[in-house]
């Protein structure tokens, strides 16, 4: 499958921005997991939000501690593509954000939350966020 995510930007502290990442229409996301990740310079990349395999819309999800409650990630079917909208955002959440999608054999797995499961990455889009 191939990803292409876009959104990044520059935004002041407490702002909200939303990554999108899409796939062709021939590869159903709705059959993967898809997983956000982030990395900073200097720092290693770090799981951020993913949202599991579901019939439908939806699926199981799962968040960085730094993350919870102020990061969504929701799938859009009929898009074929999947979101990370990003609330009250700080300082430290500035990084290159890239998707990242593994096919998937049931609902009942969970995300994974190590980079290296995954097989399929989108280019990474930078959000800068000015305190």
Do not use: H
Request: aromatic fraction near 10%; proline fraction near 2%; hydrophobic fraction near 35%.
């Amino acid at each position: 499958v191939q990803l292409q995510a876009s959104g990044g930007g520059l935004v002041q502290a407490g702002g909200s921005l939303r990554l999108s990442c899409a796939a062709s229409r021939r590869t159903p996301l709705s059959t993967y997991t898809v997983a956000w990740f982030r990395q900073a310079p200097g720092k290693e990349r770090e799981f951020v939000g993913g949202l599991g395999r579901r019939f439908g819309s939806g699926g199981t999800t799962s968040y960085a501690d730094s993350v919870k409650g102020r990061f969504t990630v929701s799938r859009d079917n009929a898009e074929n593509t999947v979101y990370l909208q990003m609330n009250n955002l700080e300082s430290e959440d500035t990084a290159v954000y890239y998707c990242a999608a593994k096919y998937t054999r049931s609902p009942a797995i969970a995300v994974a939350t190590l980079a290296s499961t995954y097989d399929a990455w989108g280019q990474g889009t930078q959000v800068t966020v000015s305190s």
